[in-house]
């Protein structure tokens, strides 16, 4: 299995607000071992368009890897890499070579309940503590959620949490927090959550608490006729809430 991960200058994990560069780490008879080195140039100063396009040339040279260990789960660089790069993130605890430990075993978890997506089901419902456990606790760890999330059948062979409703169910009013629901469960991308509830579900009214918006709400939005009414913090001031409503012509 080979695991990428940014290390910075004093050679931790870190955000790719500072520079460093992207380690591609493999493992051979027992042992991590470096396979690529990938220089990533950052600072507070780059435009976001330019921060993006020095991390796509920059994963663009990794070879065969689908894992990439971060130091958030939240925010652009995190949403390049799950919705746009289709990377699952993990976020650890530890050293380098622990943290790598770390996901290389609950990656192979997560490879045998994907096998067989009843077992995982049955196991491993959405939130547990053996999810708390993968990456070392902390920050990672899912915590209280303050909004009520739902739960679907996936395919990948866990549970996906939904939007619920929010009063009487004919109102035809829902909401979800994608925001914790991605942080409690990096293998989870906002179209894996979203879609498939806006595909399927009528509603009139649809509540969104995140960090940003989600880069393919314009183009599946205009597919499903569906329009963003509006886009405000919450009254937490912590979350973006955004309103979702279907298209009235």
């Not at 979800?176 to 179209?191: G, Q, T, Y």
Request: with cysteine; aromatic share 8%; proline share 5%.
């Amino acid at each position: 299995m080979k695991i990428a991960t940014f290390i910075n200058t004093r050679g931790d994990v870190a955000g790719f607000h500072e520079n460093g560069h992207i380690c591609l780490y493999e493992k051979l008879s027992g042992v991590w071992t470096k396979a690529q080195e990938i220089h990533l140039e950052m600072n507070m100063d780059m435009s976001l368009s330019g921060m993006k396009n020095s991390l796509t040339i920059a994963v663009s040279q990794l070879d065969e890897c689908e894992v990439f260990i971060v130091s958030e789960l939240k925010g652009l660089m995190h949403a390049l890499l799950v919705e746009e790069m289709g990377f699952r993130t993990w976020k650890s605890q530890g050293t380098v070579v622990e943290q790598l430990d770390n996901v290389f075993r609950h990656e192979k978890d997560f490879a045998a309940k994907k096998e067989n997506p009843a077992i995982a089901a049955e196991e491993q419902p959405y939130g547990s503590v053996a999810r708390q456990k993968s990456c070392g606790g902390g920050s990672s760890m899912p915590g209280k959620q303050s909004v009520p999330q739902g739960r679907i059948y996936s395919e990948s062979g866990g549970q996906i949490p939904k939007p619920l409703p929010v009063g009487n169910i004919r109102d035809g009013h829902y909401r979800i927090n994608l925001a914790e629901v991605l942080n409690n469960d990096p293998r989870l991308n906002s179209k894996q959550v979203l879609v498939p509830f806006m595909e399927e579900t009528p509603f009139l009214k649809l509540e969104i608490l995140c960090d940003h918006p989600p880069r393919w709400f314009s183009t599946e939005l205009k597919n499903l006729n569906l329009m963003a009414e509006f886009e405000t913090h919450d009254t937490s001031g912590r979350w973006l809430k955004l309103v979702i409503v279907p298209k009235t012509c």
